[in-house]
């Protein structure tokens, strides 16, 4: 039994990889929309009070 790995790792199905993309995608999504709206206020370029 020389070269067997005790560890055998299944494939991933499809639902699941296309499931994960998605809802990462939709993630970076938000994150990317958020920074647009609420950036400057994070960094220091303008006050939340400011109109």
Do not use: E, N, Q
Request: proline share 10%; glycine share 8%; hydrophobic share 45%.
């Amino acid at each position: 039994m020389a070269g067997a790995h005790p560890i055998h790792v299944h494939p991933v199905r499809p639902l699941y990889r296309v499931s994960a993309k998605l809802l990462g995608a939709s993630m970076w999504f938000f994150l990317m929309y958020r920074a647009k709206k609420d950036g400057p206020v994070l960094f220091g370029l303008k006050h939340p009070w400011d109109h």
